[in-house]
């Protein structure tokens, strides 16, 4: 079947966090990674990126479930698998092998009271069972020559190195099984901004080198600008705009990504004023009645409280989607 | 974009290695060198208590028992730290003493010296409460791990039952384990540490008859104190299983038992082992009135008698050994715990 | 509240509560604990529910009245070992630098030397017997270890927005103390508080099984005492023997509940969620088109 080579697909994903008012984290989400691609996602805090990406993981727990929507995974030799139908010792062997996570805040993802060599030890006990010692001990500095850390390093406990090289020994780990895809959960975010362009630098030579697919999920868009190849920006739930990352940084469709980036200074652009966005999310607990962005929104009009804006492609590109009533086709 | 690795990085990695716990070990011990002569000063105030002249109150319990020798009186003096001279004499003739183990003389199984009726039972003790707490610890650690483990379960909803069996007096249990296991149905000894015509020596019957009647001794230290450990393990694995390591851990679809042991047991387990004080402390006590129950022959036993005796140079000495004894035992934890969690071998 | 879906909550408030009643109005309603009578050694019968002792008296009796002074000297234990450990951890931590590291060893060695045998000698030696003095002895060797966990709760709060700003703006430091740390410290000394309960009754009756407690006192461990001197068990009279250590087990467990539950509601990586069967819901309906 022709088409682009998807590698994910998500279809009308929900999450919902189970309580006396069941909070509904994720609604009616889908979205499309194809092979070799970045995707992005950008939103701020409680828009349910995260929780998102664990669906797409399959590493919910409770109080969050999966209320709706199914998760497949298309591998380079073809096979799609449904990922919501695996469980138990299946679920555990398709872990890493294809999809792999690195986790925010690298240091509390890394066991404190193990070595880093041990670790590494440990997927490959649990994944390779023919690897033996010496031949696991070898991967493993390989790996880590592979994230310029040195190989002698594995002797090493977790506080015994620095924030950036506990990150790239995450990333290295996250690559042991070579994996097809990686699903990036704010990895630079507790790092210096120096610290923060060598392990994006890095990511960025990696992909090239092993060729993975990546969704990076972050709250700060200027990252993805330059680095996605798709962008998804996420509002209380849902995804408000989907489009290819050049041209959300030049000009965005939906008002929510346009007040985005107006938000931060662009280093080489010209000076103008920058502007917060005045008001709140709203309350993921209670059902939303028209546009949840409406309340902020400095260009809404009549249709916008009342009647939910769809996500559709903005008049003339089909690669271009947006949820709202202003750049949407009609409603 | 190679991490620099200069020269001296390997040695100078290597020399921080070893000088760190070196010097985590001499904190610890400095620890407990103050903690020990904290209580051997302790001690040195506790004649004082005494109401009245504590060597002739002591003089005149001896006398009940048969005629204290003519220089007795100086005798515990010196090492009651209650001589002549300013209380700093008084101390340093106190400390000499101690030092050569005079730990002056019994006064109800006069004219036995403190220091033999000591050693004579201070290893019963030692062995009957160190292998119970070692069972205790790690059957009580066992079951929180798969408590916590299997938290929300029907096994989890047990753990509350074990209050009950922590809240109960250690003697209380001890005389109804001996009321249903001696006597309604006469399967354990009593009493005693060992049968009365057996001889006493490194000889089979002799060990199999202590054996069989330390069970129901250790058995009450266990069934009391395992609730302890096993609701803070519980406890503590829940509250781990939630880290963000132990996340990552399943993530990575590591096998269910080394997330469970390696990554979430392993660290929920260093608090248990750091409150060991605490909980060592709890143990000592009950099985000290625990013996009497059981007429086991242990220090407990003997402070006991000392206690209804008033013999107070006993009383100092078991309570000096008791307190040492502990203290060691703390030490070696500490150490076990250094061990342990590599992240206190930096300084 | 919420928090009183809990079934052990409600369980350990139950049996506390139901103690305290006992200790409070129990004694109007029992007959008079001491009063000797012809029918010795009587098990459980209409007129005595729990039997009598070797001296004719009624063991509910005797078990309702010693309710209050043991509840009195536990209550009082816990709560002046509770004291001194909030001026002593609360206090270290709080002030830091010298004082601090003091304080700190002060309670860690007090915390290492075992606690009976130091409370037994005390005890035989002054010949502490009477409530008061049993009270100060177990509350001054106790406090050691409540002190040490308020310390390091101490540390983490005081370099919290809320305290910096008090000191930032003047206040002084023993309002800080009292008006900002103590109150958000609160669940956790309730929670030292309850610890402190517990092992003062435990220990109590320690000392009233090994004679170390005034015979005229009525208390749960007098009981015991009572009871063992007389070779209750072993004579098969267990009504003497089992209600007196069943209660103090009883009354620690209901406080070990509502600690338990304390710690689960205060601290939300314990919360338990029960796992819940994945349900495939259709997908959610388009939203609605006016």
Redesign the interface.
């Known amino acids: 079947m022709s088409g682009p080579d998807v590698i994910l697909r998500a279809?009308?994903v929900?999450v919902e966090y189970?309580g006396?008012r069941p909070t509904r984290a994720v609604?009616?989400v889908s979205l499309e990674l194809r092979r070799g691609e970045v995707l992005g996602i950008a939103g701020e805090s409680g828009c349910g990126k995260t929780t998102l990406a664990y669906a797409l993981a399959r590493l919910l727990?409770?109080?969050a479930?999966?209320?709706?929507?199914t998760v497949t995974f298309t591998s380079a030799d073809g096979q799609s698998v449904d990922l919501?139908a695996l469980s138990g010792e299946q679920l555990r062997r398709f872990r890493w092998a294809k999809v792999s996570v690195v986790f925010q805040s690298a240091m509390n993802s890394l066991n404190p009271v193990t070595t880093i060599g041990r670790q590494f030890g440990d997927i490959f006990a649990a994944h390779r069972p023919d690897m033996d010692h010496a031949a696991r001990e070898r991967r493993a500095r390989e790996l880590l020559t592979l994230v310029n850390i040195d190989p002698e390093r594995t002797v090493c406990y977790p506080h015994e190195l620095s924030g950036g090289m506990r990150q790239r020994v995450v990333i290295a780990m996250a690559l042991a099984l070579g994996p097809e895809l990686v699903i990036m959960d704010e990895p630079t975010t507790a790092l210096d901004v120096l610290v923060q362009r060598e392990i994006l630098d890095e990511i960025e030579r990696l992909r090239e080198q092993l060729g993975f697919s990546v969704i990076f999920i972050t709250h700060d868009l200027s990252l993805l600008l330059e680095l996605s190849d798709r962008l998804v920006i996420m509002y209380a739930g849902q995804i408000v705009e989907s489009a290819p990352g050049e041209l959300v940084g030049k000009e965005a469709a939906h008002p929510y990504t346009q007040a985005l980036l107006g938000s931060f200074p662009d280093m080489r652009g010209d000076r103008r004023n920058l502007h917060g966005i005045a008001g709140s999310p709203p309350d993921l607990r209670a059902d939303q009645v028209g546009c949840p962005f409406a309340p902020r929104c400095e260009q809404v009009f009549e249709?916008c409280r009342?009647?939910?804006?769809?996500l559709l492609p903005v008049p003339g590109r089909a690669d271009w989607l947006a949820a709202c009533h202003k750049t949407g086709g009609p409603? | 974009m190679t991490t620099p690795k200069s020269p001296g990085w390997a040695r100078a990695r290597r020399g921080t290695r070893l000088r760190s716990p070196v010097r985590y070990l001499a904190r610890k011990l400095g620890?407990?060198l103050?903690?020990a002569w904290?209580?051997l000063t302790?001690n040195f105030f506790?004649?004082r208590?005494?109401?009245g002249n504590p060597i002739e109150v002591i003089l005149g319990h001896m006398a009940h028992f048969g005629t204290p020798p003519p220089d007795e009186a100086q005798v515990l003096s010196r090492i009651l730290g209650l001589g002549n001279g300013s209380i700093f004499e008084q101390y340093w003739q106190y400390l000499d003493g101690l030092a050569h183990f005079r730990l002056g003389t019994s006064v109800y199984e006069f004219p036995v010296p403190v220091a033999t009726l000591i050693r004579q039972s201070i290893l019963w003790t030692v062995i009957l409460v160190g292998t119970a707490t070692v069972i205790s610890f790690a059957v009580g650690i066992g079951l929180g791990v798969l408590a916590g483990w299997k938290?929300?379960t029907w096994l989890?909803n047990l753990?509350?039952a074990t209050?009950?069996l922590?809240?109960?007096?250690?003697?209380?249990?001890a005389?109804?384990l001996?009321?249903l296991f001696a006597?309604l149905i006469p399967a354990l000894p009593a009493s005693g540490g060992y049968g009365l015509t057996d001889n006493v020596g490194f000889n089979w019957p002799f060990i199999a008859s202590a054996i069989q009647h330390s069970i129901l001794p250790a058995a009450t230290i266990v069934i009391s104190s395992v609730g302890g450990w096993l609701?803070g393990m519980r406890?503590m694995m829940?509250?781990t299983l939630?880290d963000d390591f132990v996340v990552a851990a399943e993530a990575k679809g590591l096998k269910p038992r080394r997330v469970m042991l390696g990554y979430a047991a392993r660290n929920a387990v260093l608090p248990s082992v750091s409150g060991f004080?605490?909980s060592?402390?709890f143990v000592?006590?009950?099985s000290?009135?625990m013996e009497?129950v059981f007429n086991y022959p242990g220090i407990g036993n003997v402070?006991?008698q000392a206690?209804?005796n008033?013999d107070?140079p006993l009383?100092?000495g078991?309570?000096l050994v008791?307190?040492l004894t502990?203290?060691g035992a703390?030490l070696l934890v500490d150490l076990l715990y250094g061990l342990i969690d590599p992240r206190t071998r930096i300084g | 509240m919420?928090a009183f879906r809990s079934w052990?909550l409600r369980?350990g408030v139950a049996i506390t509560g139901f103690f305290v009643l006992l200790a409070v109005i129990g004694p109007f309603f029992a007959s008079n604990p001491n009063g000797f009578s012809r029918a010795e050694w009587q098990p459980p019968s209409a007129a005595h529910w729990l039997g009598t002792t070797q001296l004719g008296q009624d063991v509910l009796a005797q078990l309702v009245a010693g309710t209050r002074t043991t509840l009195e000297i536990g209550a009082g234990a816990g709560l002046l070992a509770t004291v001194i450990s909030i001026v002593i951890g609360i206090g270290g931590g709080y002030l830091g630098g010298l004082a601090d590291e003091l304080l700190s060893?002060l309670s860690?060695?007090v915390?290492?030397?075992?606690?009976?045998?130091?409370i037994?000698?005390?005890a035989?030696?002054?010949?502490a017997t009477g409530v008061w003095p049993t009270v100060a002895v177990i509350a001054f060797v106790s406090w050691a270890?409540s002190a040490r966990v308020l310390r390091a709760q101490t540390l983490s709060v005081r370099n919290r927005e809320y305290v910096l700003s008090a000191r930032a703006s003047g206040e002084r430091g023993w309002r800080i103390v009292f008006f900002e740390i103590l109150p958000n410290e609160l669940p956790i000394i309730i929670s030292q508080f309850i610890f402190s309960v517990?092992f003062a009754i435990?220990?109590q009756?320690?000392l009233a099984?090994?004679?170390?407690a005034s015979p005229e006192q009525l208390t749960w461990?007098n009981m015991?005492y009572f009871a063992?001197n007389d070779e209750a068990?072993?004579s098969g009279a267990?009504w003497w023997?089992?209600p007196?250590?069943l209660c103090?087990?009883?009354?620690?467990?209901g406080?070990?509940?509502i600690n338990?539950s304390l710690?689960e509601i205060l601290?939300p990586?314990?919360k338990?969620?029960?796992?819940?069967k994945?349900?495939?819901?259709?997908?959610?309906p388009?939203?609605?088109?006016?």
């Open positions: 279809e009308h929900s189970a006396r609604r009616d727990r409770p109080p479930q999966m209320t709706g929507g919501s249709p009342s009647v939910a804006p769809r409603a | 620890f407990y103050v903690a904290v209580a302790v506790l004649p208590l005494i109401p938290r929300g989890d753990v509350p209050t009950l922590t809240a109960m007096p250690y003697f209380w249990m005389l109804l001996v009321y006597q609701l406890n829940v509250a939630s004080a605490i060592l402390g000592v006590s009950g000290i009135v009497q402070l006991f206690v209804n008033d107070y009383m100092q078991i309570f008791i307190t502990v203290l703390n | 919420s052990r369980a060893l860690n060695v915390l290492v030397i075992p606690a009976l045998p130091l037994i000698v005390i035989s030696f002054v010949h270890a517990i435990l220990t009756a320690g099984f090994l004679g170390l461990g015991l063992q068990l072993s267990w023997f089992v007196p250590g103090i087990a009883l009354f620690g467990m406080l070990a509940l338990f710690d601290n990586r314990l338990i969620y029960r796992p819940v994945s349900r495939k819901l259709a997908p959610e388009a939203e609605a088109v006016s």
